[in-house]
């Protein structure tokens, strides 16, 4: 089946800090893969995503690459602001046909919890 | 504006009075789920749907109903709460089953069964 394993929180870094978290990942057939985020008392909300290997997906300063050789989607951020800290989470949706499938359920990680102090 | 909306947003109940949580979306999505969010578990599974009147189970779906009479609403039924359903429950949706699109989460039901 698949699975996603992520870094354990919480993350606590200051203000401008470089941020890594580490996500890898086991799955059958075609994986996407994506990062969403959740503020305080928000749902979940996408931050980035990659659809095969070696794309890279970056937004609000975060990026991460689909490593297909580590099973590896670690996001990075070069400078984290004081409005970073939430709950990341690295998920996957696999089909077994490349474009879709009879569930493509999104599979997540336990998710992290970043807390960036001024 | 393009959303996913659910009612309630909190609830406190008491084991075995019937319950249901809406989920509505404007965005013309064929694909719906739900999921719920335990401490230390994330988010699993619970019920998906890929259009009217199609639904299927996911990972837990043990105690839990759905029904996908309409597109934009896929309500979750739980006819006997149990304290173990205690949980932070998130309703999605996605445009189509393809796996490249994303899938949009309402705000979530933070629910208690005492």
């Known amino acids: 089946g698949n699975s996603v394993t992520q870094m354990e929180g919480p993350v606590t870094l200051s203000e401008e800090a470089f941020l890594t978290i580490n996500c890898t990942y086991t799955a059958t057939g075609y994986p996407s893969l994506f990062w969403y985020v959740q503020y305080p008392g928000e749902g979940l909300q996408l931050l980035l995503k990659?659809?095969?290997?070696?794309d890279k997906g970056s937004n609000k300063g975060f990026e991460a690459t689909y490593r297909k050789e580590t099973t590896s989607f670690h996001l990075e951020k070069g400078s984290v602001q004081v409005s970073d800290s939430a709950v990341y989470f690295c998920a996957l949706s696999a089909t077994l046909r490349p474009s879709g499938g009879s569930n493509y359920k999104l599979t997540f990680g336990k998710g992290t919890l970043l807390t960036v102090n001024p | 504006e393009a959303q996913v909306t659910q009612n309630p947003r909190y609830l406190i109940t008491v084991t075995g009075k019937k319950l249901t949580v809406t989920c509505s979306q404007n965005?013309?999505?064929?694909?719906m789920s739900w999921y719920r969010q335990d401490p230390g578990l994330g988010l699993r599974q619970i019920y998906y749907s890929m259009n009217v009147e199609v639904t299927d189970k996911g990972d837990v779906p043990e105690g839990y109903k759905v029904s996908r009479k309409e597109k934009r609403n896929f309500p979750l039924i739980l006819e006997s709460p149990s304290p173990n359903q205690t949980s932070l429950y998130f309703c999605?949706?996605?445009?189509?089953?393809?796996?490249?699109?994303?899938?949009?989460f309402g705000p979530g039901t933070r629910l208690t069964v005492l």
């Open positions: 965005m013309n999505h064929e694909y």
């Open positions: 990659a659809t095969k290997a070696d």
């Open positions: 999605a949706s996605s445009l189509s089953r393809n796996r490249y699109n994303e899938q949009f």
